[in-house]
């Protein structure tokens, strides 16, 4: 039995999604990133166009290939792929942020490689916070967009979650418990649990990541259709 969505739920919607973990440069040769593999995201840009959306996937660099027939946009910093959302939101029906976005970027990035010096045992690196996406994103929502996010976290999760579905104005948070090494970053499974703007959650089952993305994109379909 289909469910009274159906399979073409997004049919006609205009779908973002974000993947993949940023690069911060630091000097030609060298950046900062993180342990994201891009799967998640790459997962709900094909759930997605399965229900029908038209599908922009930005993506920081990842091992993956996109799902085809979506747009793919590829970025590298936390500004690239800021530019590129914001540039494209106002188009956009929903917009999700599976990217691990990178908290800090380096105040200056070194032209030449940096070198070991005689008299330095170490480097101290000068970072600042990179803009925050989805509280931008936040501030030019109009009441007809969806906009979902991951909360990656190693403790109190459901707390930190509530605390950024709020804070970041969504209508839809996958909370996802990366402390555990069997599911999140770098696995092919995961669990997370979906909490909607109401503080309503639903915990899915350890799964694929597959399973988990088309289960997200049922409930944004669901949402989408009450705006
Ligand atoms: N995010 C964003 N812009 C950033 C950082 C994160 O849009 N500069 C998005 C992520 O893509 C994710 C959500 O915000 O959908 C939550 O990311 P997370 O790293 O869990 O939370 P932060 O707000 O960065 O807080 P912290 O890392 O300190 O827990
Ligand atoms: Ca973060």
Same mark, same amino acid.
């Given at each position: 039995e289909l469910s009274p969505l159906g399979q073409q739920s997004l049919q006609g919607k205009s779908?973002?999604?974000?993947?993949?973990?940023?690069?911060?440069? &630091?000097?030609?040769?060298?950046?900062?990133?993180?342990?994201?593999?891009?799967?998640?995201?790459? *997962?709900? *840009?094909?759930?997605?166009?399965?229900?029908?959306?038209?599908?922009? %996937?930005?993506? *920081?660099?990842?091992?993956?290939?996109?799902?085809?027939?979506?747009?793919?946009?590829? !970025?590298?910093?936390?500004?690239?792929?800021?530019?590129?959302? %914001?540039?494209?939101?106002?188009?956009?029906?929903? &917009?999700?942020?599976?990217?691990?976005?990178?908290?800090?970027?380096?105040?200056?990035? *070194?032209?030449? @490689?940096? @070198?070991?010096?005689?008299?330095?045992?170490?480097?101290? &690196?000068? &970072?600042? @916070?990179?803009?925050? !996406?989805?509280?931008?994103?936040?501030?030019?929502?109009q009441p007809h967009q969806v906009t979902v996010g991951f909360a990656a976290e190693t403790q109190n999760l459901l707390a930190n979650a509530q605390h950024k579905l709020h804070s970041k104005s969504l209508d839809l948070l996958a909370a996802n418990d990366v402390s555990r090494t069997d599911i999140g970053f770098n696995s092919d499974d995961n669990q997370v649990t979906l909490i909607d703007a109401n503080g309503e959650q639903t915990q899915t089952p350890k799964t694929s990541k597959i399973q988990i993305a088309t289960l997200l994109v049922d409930q944004l379909a669901k949402i989408l259709a009450t705006k």
């Amino acid at each position: 039995e289909l469910s009274p969505l159906g399979q073409q739920s997004l049919q006609g919607k205009s779908v973002i999604v974000t993947a993949g973990g940023t690069r911060e440069r &630091l000097d030609p040769v060298r950046f900062l990133t993180n342990d994201s593999s891009g799967k998640m995201g790459y *997962a709900v *840009a094909e759930a997605a166009q399965q229900a029908g959306a038209t599908v922009t %996937l930005i993506t *920081a660099p990842t091992r993956l290939t996109p799902p085809a027939g979506v747009t793919v946009v590829p !970025i590298q910093s936390t500004s690239d792929l800021a530019q590129a959302v %914001l540039d494209r939101f106002p188009q956009a029906d929903a &917009l999700v942020m599976a990217a691990a976005v990178a908290d800090f970027q380096p105040l200056d990035v *070194a032209d030449q @490689k940096i @070198k070991k010096s005689a008299d330095n045992d170490g480097l101290i &690196l000068k &970072l600042r @916070k990179t803009p925050d !996406i989805l509280a931008e994103v936040a501030k030019i929502k109009q009441p007809h967009q969806v906009t979902v996010g991951f909360a990656a976290e190693t403790q109190n999760l459901l707390a930190n979650a509530q605390h950024k579905l709020h804070s970041k104005s969504l209508d839809l948070l996958a909370a996802n418990d990366v402390s555990r090494t069997d599911i999140g970053f770098n696995s092919d499974d995961n669990q997370v649990t979906l909490i909607d703007a109401n503080g309503e959650q639903t915990q899915t089952p350890k799964t694929s990541k597959i399973q988990i993305a088309t289960l997200l994109v049922d409930q944004l379909a669901k949402i989408l259709a009450t705006k």
